[in-house]
């Protein structure tokens, strides 16, 4: 029988640098494992002025006063990490993949809030490859909700097969149509967008340093943090993306390896939404997504 663990309770999201080193060291099975309630919060504390410049900086947002849509996710991917690397977690944490992400928001958070996070993982779910579980997180100011999100991680495991199609994932010939009036505009990812963005977030994950840091793990050269990615997206959406209530919704298809030159294509939607794609030269997809007004449909 599972059982609960206690809440852990920070002064401060933890040095996301030393949780990914106690990552590297630990040593825990690739094989199935029940995932128990596991919690962590952080009360009252004020973003970093000099990180949330840099994650501006990397991104592409503007110098608003206000913390760009995707920003709380940076602060909270300390806490998710303290959580894998809970001793009653069952996996390793380097290896596990981030398939989607959904954000939701209240309204928009001013750059000096004092803000509390609460993030917390519970169960997990079958999938071809392994197990997909959720990381659930909300951002509140002055004791309301104002931020939350659900992280969808995948635990590979051997012996299992590929991921089937997940439901509601449109076909490739709807996503055809979807973007087939759109402007594609061309982005050149540099060598360095991965460190660049470290240096923002925080996360030295070694698949995203070096060509040679990502080898051990099966990539020829480094990829690009997928947030990072969903930032960029964010920030070229401009003023869709500053409205008060917002989702945003992504799914990452594909390793964005570095350096590259991918194609950035957006389309208006139904009721004020706006979907995005971030494809290869090649046509391949690395991330479908879409922004939403808080109360329009949203595909999850």
Not at 32 to 44: C, M
Request: proline share 10%.
């Amino acid at each position: 029988m599972s059982h609960t663990s206690p809440s852990l309770e920070l002064a401060r999201p933890p040095l996301l640098a030393r949780e990914l080193l106690r990552a590297a060291v630990a040593r825990r099975p690739a094989r199935p494992g029940a995932v128990p309630r596991l919690d962590v919060r952080v009360r009252g504390f004020t973003p970093d002025a000099g990180q949330l410049a840099r994650y501006r900086e990397v991104c592409g947002f503007p110098e608003d006063g206000y913390l760009p849509l995707p920003f709380p996710q940076v602060l909270a991917t300390s806490l998710h990490l303290t959580l894998l690397n809970h001793p009653d977690f069952p996996y390793r944490l380097l290896g596990m993949v981030h398939v989607r992400n959904h954000i939701q928001q209240q309204r928009r958070l001013r750059a000096g809030a004092r803000l509390s996070v609460h993030a917390w993982v519970e169960g997990q779910r079958e999938a071809r490859q392994g197990r997909e579980l959720d990381l659930h997180t909300e951002v509140e100011e002055d004791g309301a909700l104002v931020w939350s999100a659900v992280t969808t991680m995948l635990r590979r495991l051997p012996g299992m097969g590929e991921r089937p199609r997940e439901a509601g994932r449109p076909p490739a010939t709807d996503e055809a149509q979807v973007f087939a009036d759109s402007r594609p505009a061309s982005w050149s990812v540099p060598e360095n967008a991965g460190r660049r963005y470290a240096r923002a977030s925080g996360d030295y994950n070694p698949i995203h340093l070096y060509g040679f840091t990502a080898r051990p793990f099966g990539f020829p050269r480094a990829i690009v943090h997928g947030m990072w990615t969903v930032g960029r997206c964010v920030a070229e959406m401009g003023e869709a993306a500053e409205a008060p209530a917002l989702t945003l919704n992504s799914e990452f298809r594909r390793p964005l390896l570095l350096p590259s030159r991918v194609v950035f294509q957006t389309a208006p939607q139904p009721e004020g939404a706006v979907a995005y794609r971030v494809m290869a030269e090649d046509g391949q997809p690395h991330l479908l997504g879409r922004l939403s007004p808080e109360g329009a449909p949203r595909a999850r």
